[in-house]
């Protein structure tokens, strides 16, 4: 039994501890807008927090997220008001399919949280998730929308 701190609440998993840590959340946890898309840390649709750093959760294994705080995209917003990625996301019609945008949006709020005003060098070397739909002109708008929020 591992004992895992996501979005503030702590919950128990019966899981092998070498589990990857995205298939407890979606699979035991029930939170299931953190995506699998690739299983070998490239795309980044699996991207959570990790004691507040930008982690792809498929390549970790449970065992090494017990005693650490985990944040999911559900637990961005804090207190029923979107993180400022997320409504910088919206008022820039970013998602197209939406698959990759939970994992794009957790990348972001960490690269806002160490680089506040980010310039597009810094958003092309911080945001290395993959987005089928390549909408990766409006991920840039809506990350320097964000920064000037």
């Known amino acids: 039994m591992a004992r895992l701190t996501i979005n503030g609440k702590t919950h128990d ?36 927090h990790v004691d507040g750093v930008a982690t792809r959760s498929c390549a970790m294994a449970v065992s090494d997220a017990v005693g650490k705080q985990i944040t999911t995209i559900e637990g961005l917003a804090q207190n029923g008001t979107l993180h400022r990625v997320q409504q ?17 949006i957790m990348a972001a709020a960490e690269l806002l949280k160490n680089t506040p005003k980010p310039t597009d060098a810094d958003i092309d070397n911080a945001i290395t998730n993959i987005c089928r739909c390549g909408t990766f002109q409006q991920v840039r708008a809506a990350i320097h929308a964000a920064a000037n929020a």
């Open 13 to 48: 998993v019966d899981v092998d501890p070498t589990t990857p840590l995205l298939w407890a959340i979606r699979e035991n946890v029930g939170l299931t807008g953190t995506k699998y898309g690739c299983g070998i840390a490239m795309c980044g649709a699996c991207t959570v």
């Open 88 to 104: 910088a996301w919206i008022a820039h019609e970013v998602p197209q399919c939406g698959y990759c945008q939970s994992g794009m």
